[in-house]
Protein backbone atom coordinates (compact mmCIF):
# COMPACT_ATOMS: atom_id res chain seq x y z
CA UNK A 1 0.00 0.00 0.00
CA UNK A 2 0.65 3.62 0.04
CA UNK A 3 0.70 4.45 3.70
CA UNK A 4 2.68 3.48 6.86
CA UNK A 5 1.78 0.37 7.61
CA UNK A 6 1.90 -1.33 11.22
CA UNK A 7 1.32 -4.76 12.67
CA UNK A 8 -0.11 -6.21 14.32
CA UNK A 9 -2.95 -3.69 14.92
CA UNK A 10 -3.36 -5.28 18.22
CA UNK A 11 -1.72 -6.87 20.60
CA UNK A 12 -1.98 -8.51 23.97
CA UNK A 13 0.64 -9.15 26.13
CA UNK A 14 1.29 -10.74 29.64
CA UNK A 15 2.61 -8.56 31.74
CA UNK A 16 6.81 -9.91 31.94
CA UNK A 17 5.98 -10.82 28.24
CA UNK A 18 8.12 -9.42 25.26
CA UNK A 19 6.96 -7.71 22.72
CA UNK A 20 8.12 -6.83 19.37
CA UNK A 21 5.98 -3.97 16.99
CA UNK A 22 6.64 -3.54 13.33
CA UNK A 23 6.33 -0.72 11.13
CA UNK A 24 6.64 -0.39 7.34
CA UNK A 25 7.20 3.63 6.33
CA UNK A 26 6.39 4.91 3.00
CA UNK A 27 8.74 3.79 0.42
CA UNK A 28 11.82 6.29 -0.12
CA UNK A 29 11.45 7.90 3.57
CA UNK A 30 14.15 8.95 4.92
CA UNK A 31 12.45 9.78 8.48
CA UNK A 32 10.69 7.30 10.64
CA UNK A 33 9.25 7.72 14.53
CA UNK A 34 7.76 6.49 17.02
CA UNK A 35 5.06 7.84 19.07
CA UNK A 36 3.26 6.33 22.22
CA UNK A 37 -0.64 7.33 22.71
CA UNK A 38 -2.17 6.73 25.95
CA UNK A 39 -5.94 6.84 26.24
CA UNK A 40 -7.64 10.45 25.92
CA UNK A 41 -3.55 11.46 25.48
CA UNK A 42 -1.45 12.93 23.20
CA UNK A 43 0.92 11.17 20.93
CA UNK A 44 4.12 11.51 22.70
CA UNK A 45 7.81 10.91 20.93
CA UNK A 46 9.73 7.80 21.37
CA UNK A 47 12.48 7.41 19.07
CA UNK A 48 13.39 8.99 15.57
CA UNK A 49 15.52 7.32 12.70
CA UNK A 50 17.53 8.35 9.64
CA UNK A 51 17.58 5.89 7.64
CA UNK A 52 18.82 2.76 9.77
CA UNK A 53 20.57 5.82 12.28
CA UNK A 54 18.83 6.17 15.72
CA UNK A 55 19.44 10.05 15.73
CA UNK A 56 17.36 10.56 18.49
CA UNK A 57 15.90 8.01 21.44
CA UNK A 58 15.08 10.73 24.68
CA UNK A 59 11.52 9.74 24.19
CA UNK A 60 11.99 5.99 25.02
CA UNK A 61 10.70 5.58 28.81
CA UNK A 62 13.22 2.99 30.06
CA UNK A 63 15.55 0.62 28.73
CA UNK A 64 13.03 -2.15 28.61
CA UNK A 65 12.33 -0.15 25.17
CA UNK A 66 14.35 -0.66 22.10
CA UNK A 67 14.03 0.56 18.41
CA UNK A 68 15.95 -0.57 15.45
CA UNK A 69 15.60 0.11 11.62
CA UNK A 70 18.85 -1.56 10.62
CA UNK A 71 18.20 -1.65 6.79
CA UNK A 72 16.72 1.96 6.70
CA UNK A 73 13.32 0.89 5.78
CA UNK A 74 11.01 -1.44 8.24
CA UNK A 75 11.59 -0.45 12.14
CA UNK A 76 10.97 -2.78 14.43
CA UNK A 77 9.99 -1.41 18.23
CA UNK A 78 10.73 -4.30 21.12
CA UNK A 79 9.26 -3.74 24.73
CA UNK A 80 10.91 -6.14 27.15
CA UNK A 81 9.42 -7.41 29.74
CA UNK A 82 6.14 -5.51 29.32
CA UNK A 83 4.01 -3.66 32.48
CA UNK A 84 1.09 -2.58 32.55
CA UNK A 85 2.02 1.21 32.09
CA UNK A 86 3.26 0.30 28.73
CA UNK A 87 -0.34 -0.53 27.49
CA UNK A 88 -1.06 2.49 24.84
CA UNK A 89 -1.51 3.40 21.09
CA UNK A 90 1.72 2.94 19.55
CA UNK A 91 1.95 4.90 16.61
CA UNK A 92 4.35 5.11 13.42
CA UNK A 93 5.41 7.83 11.05
CA UNK A 94 7.28 8.56 8.36
CA UNK A 95 8.65 11.47 6.37
CA UNK A 96 9.84 11.88 3.23
CA UNK A 97 12.48 15.02 4.46
CA UNK A 98 16.27 14.36 5.61
CA UNK A 99 17.18 17.99 5.99
CA UNK A 100 14.51 20.35 6.67
CA UNK A 101 14.84 23.24 4.66
CA UNK A 102 13.90 26.65 5.34
CA UNK A 103 10.34 26.70 4.36
CA UNK A 104 10.60 23.02 3.34
CA UNK A 105 7.73 20.69 4.10
CA UNK A 106 8.74 17.99 6.42
CA UNK A 107 5.33 16.47 7.03
CA UNK A 108 4.72 13.14 8.68
CA UNK A 109 2.68 10.79 7.79
CA UNK A 110 1.22 8.00 10.54
CA UNK A 111 0.53 4.72 10.33
CA UNK A 112 -2.99 3.58 11.93
CA UNK A 113 -0.67 1.91 15.09
CA UNK A 114 -0.80 -0.87 17.73
CA UNK A 115 -2.74 -1.18 20.33
CA UNK A 116 -0.84 -2.93 23.08
CA UNK A 117 -2.89 -4.07 25.90
CA UNK A 118 -0.81 -5.92 29.04
CA UNK A 119 -2.69 -7.84 30.97
CA UNK B 1 11.46 21.88 27.26
CA UNK B 2 8.82 22.62 24.70
CA UNK B 3 5.70 22.42 25.66
CA UNK B 4 2.11 22.42 24.10
CA UNK B 5 -1.05 23.73 25.74
CA UNK B 6 -4.62 23.01 23.37
CA UNK B 7 -8.10 24.57 24.74
CA UNK B 8 -10.47 24.09 25.01
CA UNK B 9 -9.95 20.35 25.87
CA UNK B 10 -13.32 19.47 25.22
CA UNK B 11 -16.01 21.18 23.01
CA UNK B 12 -19.25 20.82 22.05
CA UNK B 13 -21.13 22.58 19.11
CA UNK B 14 -24.32 22.97 17.14
CA UNK B 15 -24.15 22.46 13.53
CA UNK B 16 -23.62 25.70 12.12
CA UNK B 17 -21.98 27.55 14.66
CA UNK B 18 -18.58 28.92 14.48
CA UNK B 19 -15.57 28.02 17.21
CA UNK B 20 -11.58 28.29 17.52
CA UNK B 21 -9.40 26.04 18.92
CA UNK B 22 -6.66 27.85 20.50
CA UNK B 23 -2.46 26.42 20.65
CA UNK B 24 0.44 27.67 22.84
CA UNK B 25 3.27 26.78 22.79
CA UNK B 26 6.52 27.76 25.18
CA UNK B 27 9.45 27.88 22.86
CA UNK B 28 10.45 28.94 19.38
CA UNK B 29 9.42 26.54 16.23
CA UNK B 30 9.25 27.61 12.66
CA UNK B 31 6.71 24.04 12.44
CA UNK B 32 3.42 23.80 13.41
CA UNK B 33 1.03 20.78 12.29
CA UNK B 34 -2.90 20.42 13.56
CA UNK B 35 -4.06 16.86 12.52
CA UNK B 36 -7.10 14.89 13.47
CA UNK B 37 -7.74 11.57 15.17
CA UNK B 38 -11.43 9.70 14.68
CA UNK B 39 -11.86 7.12 17.37
CA UNK B 40 -9.50 3.95 17.08
CA UNK B 41 -7.87 5.60 13.78
CA UNK B 42 -4.44 7.32 13.27
CA UNK B 43 -3.46 10.84 12.71
CA UNK B 44 -4.62 12.92 9.48
CA UNK B 45 -2.53 15.86 8.39
CA UNK B 46 -4.92 18.82 8.00
CA UNK B 47 -2.54 21.53 7.28
CA UNK B 48 1.03 22.71 8.13
CA UNK B 49 2.18 26.14 8.99
CA UNK B 50 5.77 27.40 8.65
CA UNK B 51 6.18 30.96 9.00
CA UNK B 52 5.24 33.39 10.71
CA UNK B 53 1.23 34.92 9.72
CA UNK B 54 0.59 31.73 7.53
CA UNK B 55 -2.84 30.88 6.95
CA UNK B 56 -4.23 27.44 5.56
CA UNK B 57 -8.08 26.64 5.03
CA UNK B 58 -9.28 23.56 3.83
CA UNK B 59 -13.44 23.44 3.74
CA UNK B 60 -14.99 24.87 6.63
CA UNK B 61 -11.38 24.78 8.60
CA UNK B 62 -8.86 27.39 8.99
CA UNK B 63 -5.38 27.33 10.48
CA UNK B 64 -2.96 30.41 11.43
CA UNK B 65 -0.08 30.61 13.26
CA UNK B 66 1.68 33.66 15.11
CA UNK B 67 5.15 32.92 15.91
CA UNK B 68 5.55 36.21 17.77
CA UNK B 69 2.85 35.59 20.17
CA UNK B 70 3.50 31.39 19.75
CA UNK B 71 -0.15 30.64 19.18
CA UNK B 72 -1.80 28.69 16.36
CA UNK B 73 -5.60 28.74 15.78
CA UNK B 74 -8.04 26.45 14.26
CA UNK B 75 -11.13 28.25 13.08
CA UNK B 76 -14.21 26.46 12.28
CA UNK B 77 -16.93 27.87 10.16
CA UNK B 78 -20.76 26.60 10.30
CA UNK B 79 -19.65 23.51 11.99
CA UNK B 80 -21.23 19.73 10.73
CA UNK B 81 -21.47 16.66 12.15
CA UNK B 82 -18.72 15.23 10.09
CA UNK B 83 -16.30 17.45 11.99
CA UNK B 84 -16.47 15.34 15.43
CA UNK B 85 -13.07 13.90 16.09
CA UNK B 86 -10.26 14.71 18.27
CA UNK B 87 -7.92 18.20 16.82
CA UNK B 88 -4.60 17.79 17.73
CA UNK B 89 -1.35 20.64 17.12
CA UNK B 90 1.79 19.64 17.28
CA UNK B 91 4.85 21.83 17.28
CA UNK B 92 8.53 21.21 15.82
CA UNK B 93 11.05 20.29 18.15
CA UNK B 94 13.91 23.21 18.03
CA UNK B 95 17.21 22.57 18.26
CA UNK B 96 17.13 19.06 18.59
CA UNK B 97 15.92 16.21 16.16
CA UNK B 98 14.39 17.65 13.57
CA UNK B 99 11.31 14.84 13.18
CA UNK B 100 10.54 15.12 17.25
CA UNK B 101 7.15 16.91 17.09
CA UNK B 102 5.41 17.77 20.44
CA UNK B 103 1.77 17.18 20.45
CA UNK B 104 -0.73 19.08 22.70
CA UNK B 105 -2.99 17.07 24.58
CA UNK B 106 -6.01 17.27 22.13
CA UNK B 107 -9.76 18.95 21.58
CA UNK B 108 -12.25 16.18 21.34
CA UNK B 109 -14.76 18.19 19.00
CA UNK B 110 -18.52 17.15 18.99
CA UNK B 111 -20.94 18.50 17.13
CA UNK B 112 -24.70 17.76 17.74
CA UNK B 113 -27.67 18.40 15.02
New interface residues.
Given amino acids: GAGVSQSPRYKVAKRGQDVALRCDPISGHVSLFWYQQALGQGPEFLTYFQNEAQLDKSGLPSDRFFAERPEGSVSTLKIQRTQQEDSAVYLCASSLARIRLPGGDTEAFFGQGTRLTVV | ELK ?1 EQNPLFLSMQEGKNYTIYCNYSTTSD ?1 L ?1 W ?1 RQDPG ?5 LF ?1 L ?2 NGAVKQEGRLMASLDTKARLSTLHITAAVHDLSATY ?1 C ?1 V ?2 YG ?11 TKLSVKP
Avoid at chain 2, 41 to 45: D, P, V
Avoid at chain 2, 97 to 106: A, D, M, T
Wanted: charged share 15%.
Fill in positions: VRYYKSLESVLSFAGGGSQGNLIFGKG
